[in-house]
Each structure stands twice: as structure tokens, then as C-alpha cells.
């Protein structure tokens, strides 16, 4: 690796060494070789092609999806003192000129584009003129089966090989199985590319599953006693749920806002706008919202129904924590989710080939939302890799789950079933199993079955839990074609016979919704990342300064620092420029742009403390 491109990192970004792989791809993009790159989300990608666009010749082109994405990384750079602009739908006439202009000047270091412009007739004639550094190709998993209906133009992007074949390309993308990466290498011409592959482990996000049992009264509890005044994305699978979740937030004092496709483009925009420049606002979404969000401090991602596969579950829980503290990515599932799901495969227009794909990602996700061991061991396996048995950071591995031998209680249920006809849902099996003999029960004759009563012994939540968890192990399936009736599998039959033990786990209960209080009976919210209360005090004197001056130049606050940048600032408390320009984040234009006004508010916080520390009394002392 050469030291320019050290000094670009240290200098421009502010950081003293790279990540992982990062280091190998920039020296591979700097030598003109092209590359497929795979980072998980937060692991800094854009460093990978930000980093050799300032130390090759020429103008780096970025292939972004997402109009906010674009503003935001310009935003960002241009912050760091880098020359970077963006052509989109947005801009008047006369700006796109200006654009163009400084374009053919040689005056830009970056320029992001969305593919439509992109592949206009102007544009690429304007790049015919322009010495290009690099070519980028953000998003690159939008070229395969399923993105490219959310963007087709990305299907013509191999255009730009053949007709810049002496400029280096590279696709980045966060999420791709192997026959993604294939389709990617393979529409946009890559065939020489070197792959780049990292880890999929996030560690600093801690994932917690918990069964439904009033999921916007346990959504409510997380929020009031680990996230309040967070920024979050609460996930639902319909729109109605969408609204109507946003709604009953927003009541409740939370500054929540709906996204979802079939809002008019005006509140689309007005939701996602408040949640990259605010920084306690929670965005209610359908899976529309998100790709491309580049917010580094959403601090949870709530599931407040189950993803269809645990690519889509990794994609929409990586959208937290992107600046390496800690975030959470909760979800409340129950069997009804199940059934959904199952419909939505079923009733698409899809083949019958894809169905059974669905059907068996559907079926993976049932199961790691089931697990009673390691949740991070189970879904980074799933992706190829090989994690130790504990993380350490997960529900399962912080409070392991009570497991108990459900051999018995599963043959019950499953002759319930089986005795029934296999032709009702949940509640009616339940209701056999506990002796509950009502009108439909007794005229069906079901009240004279061997079964009815075998399970008076639990309630109804029970019941259901161990009916749900026998879904989840292939033991029942749910007929979506009618009612939800349960049926029994070709694996049942041991399990039934009683050949097989089966263990469960055992439901927790879940706690009332509550919000912590300081002594005065005040709300308090929770403390993270700093040490004690006089580092907090200056992390939250910190943000302030930062939200005022992002309020100030109309931009979003983590575009001056992250939230990482200021914790670093809150506990070493640099006194001088030189020691404020060690602090990560911190390169030579913000240093010179913030140094002095940021370390007013440290220097200021410190005097505060050392006057404090010098009125009170010696601990000795009569």
C-alpha cells in the first residue's frame, strides 16, 4: 500500500489506519484492477473507492440508487475539504450545468450519478471528454434477480466496461449470496474482477428475538427503558400497520413518521428528511425505507413482523449501528406471521422453482427466530462463515432461554391435531387440548375425543408456544389456502409415536411497558457509551454544539462528526489543536473548519469540573 494513500485516509478522513480488508481493495483499485467488494453495512465501503478516487488521476464516478444517499455522501465529503458533486432528477438546469462544467474542468474529485442520468446520451458523451480515476457501482446487487425490479437500469450498466476499458470498476454491495455475486460479475461484465469478501459479524449490534404478545406495548418498553431519544426504523409488513404503528407512537411523545410506498412522493420525502437530520426520530417503514439510508447512529431496528428471509432480516438489522456503537435489532414474531408470509409466497406471481426457494428461506427464518442457543453463531453460519458458540451479545447468550422436554406435550398436540382432522387453526386446537367444550367444539363432537382436556393443565399462551415452536421444527405446517388449519408433516410421525425427545423453549412473560425514573419521578433515558455522568454531560454538550451547527449549514449532524467522533471526544477531553486532530473523524479541513469551536465547549466543560472537584470538601477533612 503506498503512503499516499495512508495519508489521504489520515489527512482527508481523519482515520490512522484501515479496516479489514479496506487496505487490500484501495491498493488493488489504485493499481487499476477491478473488483466485486462485500462489506457488511457500516464497515466502510465507501472509504474503498472515496480512498483511491484522491489518489489516482482523473474524476471517480459513483453508480448511487438513492437520491438521499447521493446528498448525503457529498454532504459528507465535502465536509472533509474533497471537490464532490452529484447529477440526479432533483437539480435545475442551471446547476446541472455548473456541475458539468467543473466536470470538464477537471475541478471534481467525485462525482455520484444515478444510472438513469448515467446512461442519458449527454452523459455519457460528457464522460467521453473526462479523465475518470475509477469507476464505482454502489448498491451492485440491484444488477441481480430481485433488485433489478426495484431498479432496472442497473442492468445496462455493463456499458461502462466497454466503453471506458482502461478505467478500473468496482461493484460494492453489503448482502449477496454466491449466486448473487455470480449475476453481479456476469451482467456487469466482470469476469476478471477480484472478489472481496468480509466478514457478515456486526458485534456491536445485539439481536434479541421475543414471541408477540402485545408487540406495540413491548416495542413501547424497549424504546422507554434502553432507546429513548434514539433514532430507530420500526419495521411492519403492511402499510395500514405502518400508519397506524407511527400513529400510536406519536401519541405516546415519540417523534415517529410513517414511510411506505404508497404515500404520495412529498411525505416519502418530509419523513425521510426528518429522520437523517433529526436525531431522535423513528421512521415507521414497509421494507421501501432504508436501502441507502447512510445515517450512522440509528440505534435500534425493530421487526415488528417476520422478514421474509434472514437476507432480508441481516440487510434491514444492518441499517443500525453503522458507527460501530452499540445498537439493537429487536423482533417480536408470532405464528400468525407464519401464516403471512406463506400466503404471500404462494399467492405471488412467481415460479414454482422460486416458491420452493422462499418457502425454504422463509422456513431458515422461522428457525433462527426459534433458536435457544447463539442467534450472531446461527446467522452467520447461514452466510458461509464459521463464528465461535457464543457471541456474548445476543438474547440467547446473555439470558440463556429455558429449555424443558416438551416429549410429552408434543405427542398431545400433534394427536390433537391429528384427531381434529387437521383441519383447524391454533385457537380451536387449543381449545380442545384445555377441555374448553363451546358451541363449535361440542357440534363437531370434538368434546368426546381422547384428546380434549389432555391439556388443562396450561393456558392458552403455553399452548400456543408449543404449537408455534413445532411449526418452526417441521413438525406441523400451516395450510394457507383456507383457514390456518395445522397439519402434521412426514416428520411428525416419530415425534407422534413419542421415538424422538423434543425439547422447547420456554416463553419469558413479558414485562408491563415502563418507562425508568430518575428520584425526582422524572422519565430518564439510558446511558451509553461513555463512562460516568461528567463524560456524558460533555457528550451531550458535544451534540448539542454539533446539531447547532448542522441546523446552521442545512445539513444532517452526523455529516460534521459521528456520534463515535464526539464519545472519542467526551473521554480523552483534547486540550490543544494537535490533540483534537487525533481524534477520530477529525482530518485537516474539519480540523481547521471545528477545532477551535469544539474545543471551546471541552475546555469549558473542564474548567466546570475542576471548580466543581475544588468547592467540595476534602474527604478527610472534620
Not at 243 to 268: F, K
Not at 350 to 355: F, L, S, T
Request: with cysteine; net charge neutral; glycine share 10%.
Amino acid at each position: 500500500m503506498s503512503a499516499t494513500a495512508h495519508e489521504v485516509l489520515r489527512r482527508v478522513f481523519g482515520y490512522a489506519g484501515f479496516r479489514g480488508q479496506q487496505e487490500a481493495i484501495i491498493a488493488h483499485a489504485i493499481a487499476g484492477g477491478d473488483s466485486l467488494v462485500l462489506m457488511p453495512t457500516g464497515a466502510g465501503k465507501s472509504l474503498c473507492y472515496q480512498v483511491p478516487a484522491l489518489v489516482r488521476p482523473g474524476t471517480a464516478l459513483v453508480v448511487s440508487p438513492l437520491i438521499a444517499l447521493m446528498r448525503d455522501q457529498v454532504a459528507t465529503l465535502r465536509q472533509a475539504g474533497v471537490r464532490a458533486a452529484c447529477l440526479n432528477s432533483t437539480l435545475a438546469y442551471g446547476e446541472v450545468r455548473d456541475i458539468e462544467g467543473q466536470l470538464r474542468a477537471g475541478e471534481l474529485d467525485l462525482l455520484y450519478v444515478a444510472p438513469e442520468r448515467l446512461l442519458g446520451d449527454r452523459t455519457l458523451a460528457l464522460l467521453d471528454d473526462v479523465d475518470l480515476a475509477l469507476v464505482a457501482v454502489d448498491e451492485a446487487h440491484c444488477v441481480s434477480q430481485w433488485g433489478h425490479d426495484f431498479r432496472p437500469e442497473y442492468l445496462q450498466l455493463s456499458v461502462l466496461g466497454e466503453r471506458f476499458p482502461e478505467v478500473p470498476r468496482m461493484a460494492l454491495t453489503a448482502t449477496a449470496d454466491e449466486p448473487t455475486r455470480r449475476e453481479i460479475l456476469d451482467r456487469l461484465r466482470l469476469g476478471s474482477a477480484r472478489v472481496f469478501v468480509s466478514g457478515f459479524d456486526r458485534p456491536n449490534i445485539r439481536y434479541r428475538v421475543v414471541p408477540k404478545q402485545n408487540p406495540r406495548e413491548q416495542l413501547a418498553r424497549l424504546l422507554a427503558t434502553e432507546h429513548a431519544g434514539d433514532a430507530g426504523i420500526v419495521y411492519c409488513l403492511s402499510r395500514r400497520r405502518v400508519e397506524e404503528t407511527a400513529a400510536w407512537l406519536g401519541e405516546r411523545g415519540i417523534d415517529a413518521r410513517p414511510y411506505h410506498a404508497g404515500l404520495d412522493a412529498r411525505a416519502r420525502e418530509a419523513s425521510q428528511d426528518a429522520f437523517i437530520r433529526g436525531e431522535g426520530v423513528v421512521v415507521v417503514a414497509t421494507i421501501a425505507f432504508g436501502m441507502g439510508i447512510d445515517k450512522p447512529d440509528v440505534r435500534f431496528v425493530a421487526h415488528l413482523d417476520l422478514p421474509g428471509s434472514l437476507e432480508a432480516y441481516y440487510q434491514e438489522t444492518g441499517r443500525a449501528g453503522r458507527d460501530g456503537l452499540p445498537a439493537t435489532a429487536w423482533m417480536a414474531y408470532g405464528l400468525q406471521d407464519v401464516v403471512t408470509r406463506r400466503q404471500m409466497v404462494d399467492g405471488s406471481e412467481a415460479g414454482d422453482a422460486r416458491k420452493r426457494i422462499e418457502r425454504r428461506k422463509l422456513d431458515a427464518m422461522l428457525g433462527y427466530s426459534e433458536l435457544a442457543t447463539c442467534r450472531r453463531r446461527s446467522l452467520l453460519a447461514y452466510f458461509g462463515e464459521s463464528p465461535p458458540e457464543r457471541c456474548g451479545n445476543c438474547d440467547n447468550c446473555l439470558d440463556p432461554p429455558e429449555t424443558w422436554d416438551a416429549t410429552e406435550e408434543a405427542q398431545k398436540a400433534l394427536s390433537c391435531v391429528y384427531r381434529t382432522g387437521q383441519r383447524f387453526g391454533v385457537a380451536y386446537v387449543v381449545d380442545v387440548l384445555r377441555g374448553k367444550g363451546g358451541d363449535r367444539v361440542q357440534r363437531f363432537g370434538h368434546d368426546r375425543l381422547p384428546t380434549f382436556g389432555v391439556g388443562a393443565g396450561r393456558d392458552a399462551a403455553e399452548w400456543r408456544s408449543i404449537l408455534r415452536q413445532l411449526v418452526a421444527r417441521g413438525l406441523l405446517q400451516v395450510d394457507v389456502d383456507g383457514y390456518g388449519a395445522l397439519r402434521l408433516t412426514g416428520d411428525a410421525r416419530p415425534a407422534l409415536r413419542g421415538e424422538v425427545a423434543i425439547t422447547l423453549r420456554r416463553d419469558a412473560p413479558a414485562p408491563r411497558a415502563r418507562r425508568p425514573r430518575d428520584e425526582s419521578g422524572a422519565a430518564t433515558e439510558r446511558r451509553r457509551f461513555v463512562a460516568d455522568a461528567a463524560h456524558q454531560a460533555l457528550f451531550d454538550a458535544l451534540r448539542a454544539l454539533r446539531r447547532e451547527l448542522a441546523t446552521s449549514q442545512g445539513v444532517p449532524p452526523y455529516v460534521i462528526f459521528h456520534d463515535a467522533s464526539l464519545v472519542a471526544m467526551a473521554e480523552r477531553r483534547p486540550r490543544s489543536l494537535e490533540q483534537f486532530a487525533a481524534m477520530p473523524g477529525v482530518g485537516a479541513a474539519k480540523l481547521d473548519r471545528y477545532g477551535e469551536t469544539f474545543l471551546e465547549v471541552i475546555r469549558a466543560h473542564g474548567d466546570r469540573v475542576e471548580a466543581a472537584a475544588s468547592e467540595r470538601p476534602n474527604a478527610g477533612s472534620v
